[in-house]
């Protein structure tokens, strides 16, 4: 039995010299350490032996076992070597190339837009506070003037974390902790931040988009201080010779609630398609601080006034470089993202 084990031994390690590819391996695998291959049955066979010669030819068998097995590894290392060896000859594998430059980065279309506004509110006196994007009911709009069950909730598409806790849907909660935080001090704040609404997404509304609300608060304020403002904002950010125009609206948070309109950049006013030939751009809403949402946030409207406004970031952004779908912000595709 010894002598056959040592012959099968000797045959196997002459085949596997022969195996020229890993299809072959695999075949002299099958042949010699499959579940019917010859060792194997070797093994199988020890229980017929006489008693004594049992362990011996075990160990032995194993051993042997042990050593194809090591054989056949090496075997596969080397048919991969050689494979790698004849793909460098044919030259797919170019190792001195060197290797691709990865450019510099630099800052999203997005963040570019926000850093502009900030700058220009920063030189009118705005700090800038940031609030968390995940709000309770009550900050997004109850404390906002919107009880449960106020209709106009309607106007914001929201999503629920839990019954009390979603996605804010505007940066104006952000009003009612700044005022909390900074009681008795007059305010002057821009909060730029992300919303969330569930909505479809189109060529014009995304279902996360970035903010920009502002809030001032002191002993006097106005509506020419919002007016003024607003003008300022448009001129420095679009151009000096902008004209702002100002329209009656409606915000549970405001009272009056107005909606600010600036002449078309791309016409100056004639009409054209980007401003649906009306000549005119929304810019934002706004409005003088509601005293209910001043007196949630710690003021008394008896002595304080505010005024408080709120737009998007990806819309000026698309206006200003005249980028007609709103998608290609968030697409992550780099040949829009390089442009900017
Ligand atoms: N929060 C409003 C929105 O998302 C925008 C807005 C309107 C903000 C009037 C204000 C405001 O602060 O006074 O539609």
């Given at each position: 039995m010894l002598d056959q084990l040592r012959q099968v031994e000797k045959e196997a390690l002459a085949a596997l010299e022969a195996v020229e590819d890993s299809d072959a391996l695999a075949a002299w695998h099958r042949?010699?350490?499959?579940?019917?291959?010859?060792?194997?049955?070797?093994?199988?066979?020890?229980?017929?032996?006489?008693?004594?010669?049992?362990?011996?030819?075990?160990?032995?068998?194993?051993?042997?076992?042990?050593?194809?097995?090591?054989?056949?590894?090496?075997?596969?290392?080397?048919?991969?070597q050689e494979e790698m060896q004849r793909e460098l000859e044919r030259g797919a594998l170019d190792v001195t190339l060197p290797g691709r430059p990865t450019g510099p980065g630099h800052l999203h279309i997005t963040t570019q837009t926000l850093r502009q506004i900030t700058a220009i509110f920063a030189e009118m006196g705005f700090q800038v506070y940031e609030?968390?994007?995940?709000?309770?009911?009550?900050?997004n709009f109850g404390l906002l003037n919107m009880p449960p069950h106020h209709p106009a909730r309607d106007m914001w598409d929201t999503f629920w974390i839990n019954d009390e806790v979603l996605l804010r849907t505007h940066t104006s909660p952000g009003q009612i902790r700044v005022m909390r935080e900074r009681y008795p001090e007059p305010i002057r704040v821009i909060l730029p931040g992300k919303c969330y609404r569930y909505e479809q997404i189109t060529a014009r509304s995304e279902h996360q988009f970035y903010q920009v609300e502002g809030l001032a608060i002191g002993h006097a304020i106005t509506m020419t201080d919002l007016i003024g403002t607003l003008t300022e904002f448009a001129r420095r950010f679009y151009g000096p010779e902008r004209r702002i125009r100002i329209r009656g609206s409606y915000f549970p948070f405001t009272?009056?609630?107005?909606?600010?309109?600036?002449?078309?950049?791309?016409?100056?006013?004639a009409g054209c398609r980007v401003c649906k030939y009306s000549?005119?751009?929304?810019?934002?809403?706004?409005?003088?601080?509601?005293?209910?949402?001043?007196?949630?946030?710690?003021?008394?409207?008896?002595?304080?006034?505010?005024?408080?406004?709120?737009?998007?970031?990806e819309r000026p952004a698309m206006v200003k470089y005249g980028i007609d779908d709103i998608r290609l912000f968030y697409g992550n595709d780099l040949r829009f993202l390089r442009q900017f």
């Open positions: 042949r010699y350490l499959g579940r019917k291959g010859a060792l194997t049955l070797f093994l199988r066979s020890v229980g017929e032996l006489p008693k004594e010669e049992r362990p011996a030819f075990g160990r032995a068998a194993n051993e042997a076992k042990a050593r194809l097995e090591a054989a056949s590894e090496a075997r596969a290392e080397a048919l991969r609030a968390p994007d995940v709000e309770t009911d009550e900050l009272e009056p609630s107005i909606e600010a309109d600036m002449d078309c950049i791309l016409c100056g006013g000549g005119w751009l929304e810019v934002c809403g706004a409005g003088m601080v509601h005293p209910v949402v001043l007196q949630n946030g710690g003021y008394d409207p008896d002595e304080w006034s505010g005024f408080a406004f709120g737009f998007g970031v």
